[in-house]
């Protein structure tokens, strides 16, 4: 069975810095591209980041660009966000997702983890 | 980026009555070289993560039911719910994945009239 789930969310003063993780198992992680997703409460779905199977492609939305930074650990089917420099429009649930097409970066996100919760807040 | 938007952002349907929802894109979504276009349809309950339903705008996802079914191409597409049930309660969001800064609608929210 696929699971997802994401951890290190919390509360975070602006400005400051978080990691959030998410532990993929039941399928071969390091086959497939990834995503990171988040929701402020009560509000829509918006894309953060994608990573492809080998870290070769690397994509962020603008909103978070140059100050969030996704990667992966093979070894430990993990992938990571770390994110600098927080905002508090940066509060919201962060989920991590895998691409259903495999390794390469194509969006469609077939299994979802249950999502972390960051406030960011003074 | 390719804004996507979604209509109505609200409906209430009478169980057993069909849902229709629409999503428009501010491009065409549609790869000529393929032929396909590169929208997806999630439907989040309260509580939950989303959960696919539909990709390349009218492909089922494995497990959902076929009373969901996807249609449109280009820069219209539309969601129905041929009968809705009491468990179709939920927020549903189109996504286009034609461009790498992937986009949702802001959702539509279905209810029981």
């Known amino acids: 069975e696929v699971q997802l789930v994401e951890s290190g969310g919390g509360l975070v003063q602006p400005g400051r810095s978080l990691r959030l993780s998410c532990a993929a198992s039941?399928?071969?992680?390091?086959?497939?591209?990834m995503h990171w997703v988040r929701q402020a409460p009560g509000k829509g779905l918006e894309w953060v980041s994608s990573?492809?199977?080998?870290?070769?492609?690397?994509?962020?939305a603008d909103s978070v660009k140059g100050r969030f930074t996704i990667s992966t650990d093979n070894a430990k089917n993990s992938l990571f966000l770390q994110m600098n420099g927080l905002r508090t429009e940066d509060t919201a649930f962060y989920y991590c997702?895998?691409?259903?097409f495999g390794g390469g970066v194509r969006g469609v996100s077939d299994y979802w983890g249950r999502g972390t919760l960051v406030t960011v807040s003074s | 980026d390719i804004v996507m938007t979604q209509s109505p952002g609200s409906l209430a349907v009478s169980l057993g009555e069909r849902a229709t929802i629409n999503c428009k894109s501010s491009?065409?979504?549609?790869?000529?070289?393929?032929?396909?276009?590169?929208l997806a349809w999630y439907q989040q309950k309260p509580g939950q993560p989303p959960k696919l339903l539909i990709y390349?705008?009218?492909t089922r996802e494995s497990g959902v039911p076929d009373r969901f079914s996807g249609s449109g191409s280009g820069t219209d597409f539309t969601l129905t719910i041929s009968s809705l049930q009491a468990e179709d309660v939920a927020i549903y969001y189109c996504?286009?994945?034609?461009?790498?800064?992937?986009?949702f609608g802001g959702g539509t929210k279905v209810e029981i009239k």
């Open positions: 491009q065409s979504v549609l790869y000529n070289s393929d032929n396909k276009n590169y």
């Open positions: 039941g399928f071969t992680f390091e086959n497939y591209a």
């Open positions: 997702a895998r691409d259903m």
């Open positions: 996504q286009q994945y034609y461009s790498t800064q992937l986009t």
């Open positions: 390349w705008a009218s």
């Open positions: 990573i492809n199977w080998n870290s070769g492609i690397i994509d962020y």
